[in-house]
């Protein structure tokens, strides 16, 4: 039950931007692009993530991963250029035109990120706020 109030919540804030910020933090479970898929050590090695944030017309998107030199996680944000809705698959795409990539969040909670380099991500996200 919690679960689906959860995704209900969800949905309506992809739906329905408000004054509110609302942040999405997704986990990345499978990422590959033209030389490889990734392995499940790869993965948890990486520590692959994207973060959404948007409030109102404005939003940003982050991607995250372990950075060896840092030796922790650490994120490029960007300003979204775009937004798009899709009223048919209730789904909202974040586009960052300088960087050639894009966001996409499902009303399930699901990502993909398209690396614009000929690479994709996908997962899960979580609604972190607000």
């Known amino acids: 039950m919690k679960s689906l109030l959860l995704s209900f919540v969800a949905l309506f804030f992809i739906l329905h931007p408000s004054a509110n910020a609302t ?4 986990k990345v479970a499978k990422k590959l692009d033209d030389e490889r898929q990734y392995t499940d050590e790869q993965l948890s090695k990486g520590n692959f993530s994207a973060l959404i944030e948007e409030k109102g017309s404005e939003a940003f998107v982050s ?10 996680v650490t994120c490029d944000r960007y300003k979204v250029d775009k937004i798009a809705f899709d ?5 909202k795409k974040f586009y960052v035109f300088r960087s050639q990539f894009d966001i996409q969040l ?10 614009g380099r ?5 997962g899960k996200c979580h609604l972190t706020s607000p």
Request: net charge negative; aromatic share 12%; hydrophobic share 20%.
């Open 23 to 26: 942040e999405f933090k997704c």
């Open 87 to 91: 009223e048919h698959i209730k789904s």
């Open 63 to 72: 991607r995250c991963s372990h950075s060896p030199s840092d030796e922790k």
């Open 106 to 115: 499902f009303s399930n909670l699901s990502f993909i990120e398209n690396n």
């Open 118 to 122: 000929g690479g994709i991500s996908y």
